[in-house]
């Protein structure tokens, strides 16, 4: 192989300093994950093609990696199919196996596969990557990982109540202060279908609402009406055009618009109870706002829907999101398992606390002193403070060969290690070690308690 | 789907107690790998084919999962292959990607890749799934996970020392006490093939010495005259078959023995400085000793060899093993970079540490308490402590519906939620919480700091 080796598109590697900051935003979610009571599963990296396909769709079928069967693949593969070079119809019949697409259905799997063992009602969380044969663009890859807590067998919306906090949590303790928690409910989306009496209608609708800011009330009208939405319908939900205020007089002006509609009004007293004691228990930066264009997972959310912004200032999409689903696992034939979950967007955290410069100095992968290396009697002198360095929990290394002093302080130096560590004849002469702060340059004798204590 | 879900063969679901202890255990290895300095890498799942295919031998590209190419690969197929059902010739023009099947050859194409960033000595380490399509039996899956640490660019001996206290230090604070750490040296290897005068027969001596234990001499003896090894070779290498002692009287019998080698000799310079220094710094609790027979990666180790095997009184294979190799980036056309490392068996350890019963009882996922719900407004109150609770690093949750106590009771029992948290009409009108300790059934009535400090 004569060329520079490569990875494939949309796949990508993590440097020391890359990993560093990703496992401290992945710890800082699952450590919130564990105190809330949610519990880790894994999954294995690649299911069976049946668990899988059907499931995302039409597009998400074209988008799983399937796995080419090992052996002899072809004694089994369909022959019309390999005639004609039919790919799509091919693939059952040589590919059996298939790259995780989400932690969702997996998820749905485990609870029906091991539903005799499990608790119910069963607070999961799983953080593993999962994969898209989507076309890589920024911040879309081909691999990635999905952070996810969900609670099933349970409709109580205290858990609804939870998440919110839960989201609060997480990114005030990441530094994002004042992150846009938005809720909607499913029943209320139903409801204002009803209203318009159009329910076809209603993503069309959702969509032109959602650009009263940009192009005005007569802006969305005008688009509303060019999507097939009655002049009428549209008057009938006029409140929707001066939706402001706070999320209780939001409420108040929903119960009214919906007042002939009971889905519609089931969602208003969800979403009531749901805020009212969000409110009363107090977030700790997080802004929790009422938002009825909010109308992701329209195909499979049934009650409450989320959806988390960056804090103000940061153009960046949504950092998080979910929702409830009344019937998770009725894929795989367990029925009436209701579930509520919320999932964080690692990638997309990660841009924007490194843009906001919230990664703690701390968050490092180096290594805190590099003991300098004049041979193998100063090097074995060193190796024994090292060794009783790293029991005391401190990060420091050898130089592992005698080579220039300076090229030694130089590779200190490109790894960002903060301090060296010189042991040469006098040091040794009288039990001592001499510590050179990198940054400031002063350089300090000590004996071993001093060192520990300086480093630690 | 009518019939319960499954997971391909060869694969695993991990419970909440499962991976709560296999987190125990990598959270050990890799805060130790840190202590000593190394840095964390993260490479894709799939690499291009090209990448891998070759490099592990003809079985290793039999074993190496493949993922079809997306879209319509039947376009590009090669028509020859697909006209004579050629599977193994077909698959490089419908797969150009493939799942990783070890952590060593993608840390070496990232060497490769990234060497203009990387600054030499390169000490990293790397903990992530691999998968082989190995015929699934105990203990052998088809997605498990490798944890590596390997240095490149340096061939400094004390490398190998470190690597001896790594082992030690890892395993010792698992509990493992008194685990094997054996040590050979590839160019010990060739100087005994030198003097066997067959360094084609060398596999079959090592393999036959090994058994020395069980068949004695004269079996031994046989088997090797039964390979072809003449008997005036045999004669030549008699210390061999009483290879008993201290390291050091082992090394001085080796010494003698390969006299006549150079290579035989730089062998045994090399296992003294390490033997040396590894017993001077010391071990906790490991043993360190010399096995010739150790002749595993012979193909690509070129100087020390490591395997560890778990303390005396436990059947299992080897749970750790490395080495030193010379050209670990030639492949990839980057010549000159020594490199050692070693590896820890994730599946093995787990077991042995589980049979040995020694995974900490803090070892869990479960929460630290259920609070009791007693209606909506209870819930309120209980939620409020909540709060507190979590911010103060406590992992509770509220039993998320009011339904009848002694079901909310045996919920937390069969989770293992070691107390319980009642709060009734009493205790919120005393601003007081019950706390009950569920293993004894002991019942105390306490104010929220009480609480908090019981549960710290």
Redesign the interface.
């Given at each position: 192989?004569?060329s520079?080796?490569?990875?494939?598109k949309g796949?990508?590697?993590?440097?020391?300093a890359e990993?560093?900051k990703r496992?401290y935003i992945i710890q800082t979610i699952k450590s919130?994950f564990?105190?809330?009571?949610f519990?880790?599963?894994?999954?294995?990296?690649?299911?069976?093609s049946?668990?899988l396909m059907g499931k995302y769709g039409e597009e998400g079928d074209?988008?799983i990696?399937?796995?080419?069967n090992?052996?002899?693949?072809?004694?089994k593969?369909n022959a019309a199919h390999?005639d004609t070079?039919?790919?799509?119809k091919?693939?059952s019949s040589?590919?059996?196996?298939a790259?995780r697409y989400d932690l969702t259905v997996p998820f749905a799997?485990?609870v029906?596969?091991?539903q005799n063992?499990i608790?119910f009602?069963f607070?999961?969380y799983q953080i593993q990557?999962v994969?898209r044969?989507d076309r890589p663009q920024k911040g879309r890859f081909r691999?990635f990982f999905q952070c996810d807590a969900d609670?099933v067998g349970?409709?109580?919306l205290?858990?609804e109540?939870?998440l919110v906090?839960l989201y609060d949590?997480v990114f005030t303790q990441l530094g994002l202060n004042g992150v846009n928690i938005k809720i909607n409910n499913r029943k209320i989306l139903s409801g204002i279908a009803e209203v318009i009496g159009a329910s076809d209608k209603l993503i069309d609708f959702t969509v032109a609402l959602d650009k009263l800011d940009k192009i005005g009330e007569d802006g969305v009208k005008d688009e509303m009406i060019a999507k097939g939405i009655t002049e009428d319908a549209i008057t009938k939900v006029q409140p929707l055009f001066n939706f402001t205020g706070s999320i209780s007089e939001k409420i108040e002006k929903l119960e009214l618009l919906l007042i002939s509609s009971d889905e519609g009004l089931k969602g208003v007293e969800e979403l009531r109870f749901i805020c009212e004691?969000v409110s009363?228990?107090g977030l700790a930066t997080a802004n929790l706002d009422l938002d009825v264009t909010l109308a992701r997972g329209l195909n499979y959310y049934t009650g409450a829907i989320f959806e988390v912004s960056a804090p103000e200032g940061v153009a960046m999409g949504s950092i998080g999101g979910g929702g409830r689903y009344d019937d998770l696992t009725g894929?795989?034939?367990l029925k009436n398992m209701s579930g509520v979950g919320i999932s964080f967007g690692l990638d997309r955290i990660y841009l924007v606390v490194e843009e906001l410069n919230l990664f703690p100095e701390t968050v490092t992968?180096?290594?805190k002193a590099l003991f300098i290396?004049y041979g193998d009697g100063e090097?074995?002198y060193a190796?024994?403070a090292i060794?009783q360095l790293?029991a005391a929990?401190?990060?420091?290394?050898?130089y592992?060969?005698n080579v220039k002093v300076a090229k030694q302080f130089q590779?200190a130096d490109?790894?960002n290690i903060p301090f060296a560590v010189i042991v040469g004849e006098t040091e040794i002469a009288s039990n001592s070690y001499s510590l050179k702060n990198l940054v400031t340059g002063e350089q300090i004798l000590v004996d071993l308690e001093s060192l520990k204590a300086a480093l630690l």
């Open positions: 192989m004569a520079k080796p490569s990875i494939p796949t990508r590697d993590f440097s020391p990993v560093a496992q919130n564990e105190k809330f009571g519990q880790p599963i894994e999954t294995p990296s690649f299911e069976n049946e668990t074209r988008l990696f399937k796995i080419l090992s052996g002899d693949y072809l004694a593969a390999l070079k039919d790919s799509t091919l693939t040589i590919s059996e196996k790259l799997r485990y029906v596969q091991h063992e608790e009602p607070k999961r990557p994969w044969a691999e609670v349970s409709k109580s205290w858990q109540i939870e906090q949590t004691n009363k228990l894929i795989f034939g992968a180096a290594s290396n090097a074995f190796m024994q060794k790293r929990g401190i990060k420091v290394e050898l592992p060969e590779h490109k790894r």
